[in-house]
């Protein structure tokens, strides 16, 4: 019954070495969120998708991108990661603004 | 801009006790207001919300009232479990700010039995 599934739940990976994390949603909702959470802190909002607008945050690093290639599927990669990127990022879905969010569970990311 | 300010943690308590997490905000708007509840090595799941002023939100025991003229949305639970330990965040969000999540820092709470 999940309804947002992120995957992996955890990733390791190497220090500059591209990586793509992945959510799933089976919602159909028109909103997709990627949010950075860092130990101990709240969530960051990244960027999101209205559909196949895209929205960036002002002060989200060049060196994090996404895709969302249909209503169900959008990727976070990051480019190039560093050891200050290591954090928990998760998921979200709307179906529109001001509704209320649905998270997956999270992958945390590991970089070596 | 718009803001949540919540309490700092950690809040430890018996098992049976009351708990309060305070949580005010500011907005321009009418924003809808959220707590969202984290356990260990999780995402984040939907506690409870409220739309609009003097609402009430209330889910597994916890509740939480809309108050406009102090703008705050304080969680309240008459009795905690163990099972309760977690980390609140409270969170608001409107139409100008894209449905973007605006989190309070969150709050742990640790019940001990």
């Given at each position: 019954?999940?309804?947002?599934?992120?995957?992996?739940?955890?990733?390791?990976?190497?220090?500059?070495?591209?990586?793509?994390?992945?959510?799933?949603?089976?919602?159909?909702?028109?909103?997709?969120?990627?949010?950075?959470?860092?130990?101990?802190?709240?969530?960051?909002?990244?960027?999101?998708?209205?559909?196949?607008?895209?929205?960036?945050?002002?002060?989200?690093?060049?060196?994090?991108?996404?895709?969302?290639?249909?209503?169900?599927?959008c990727f976070l990669d990051i480019r190039s990661p560093g050891l200050g990127d290591a954090a928990m990022y998760l998921c979200a879905t709307t179906t529109g603004y001001n509704t209320e969010a649905f998270f997956g569970q999270g992958t945390r990311l590991t970089v070596v | 801009g718009n803001s949540v300010t919540q309490m700092e943690g950690p809040v430890t308590l018996s098992e049976e006790a009351f708990l309060t997490i305070n949580c005010t905000y500011t907005a321009t708007g009418y924003p809808s207001l959220f707590w969202y509840v984290q356990y260990p090595g999780e995402g984040l799941q939907l506690l409870l919300k409220a739309t609009k002023a003097d609402d009430k939100g209330s889910n597994k025991g916890f509740e939480a009232t809309y108050r406009k003229e102090t703008t705050s949305f304080h969680l309240e639970k008459g009795s905690v479990q163990v099972s309760d330990s977690a980390v609140y965040f409270c969170a608001l969000s409107d139409q100008r700010s894209q449905g973007n999540l605006i989190f309070g820092k969150g709050t742990k709470l640790s019940v001990k039995p």
């Open positions: 019954d999940a309804m947002v599934i992120q995957n992996p739940r955890y990733q390791v990976t190497q220090f500059g070495k591209p990586v793509t994390l992945s959510c799933s949603q089976t919602l159909n909702h028109n909103v997709m969120y990627w949010y950075q959470q860092k130990s101990s802190q709240a969530p960051k909002l990244l960027f999101h998708y209205y559909d196949k607008d895209f929205n960036n945050e002002a002060d989200t690093p060049d060196n994090f991108q996404s895709r969302r290639p249909n209503t169900s599927f | -």
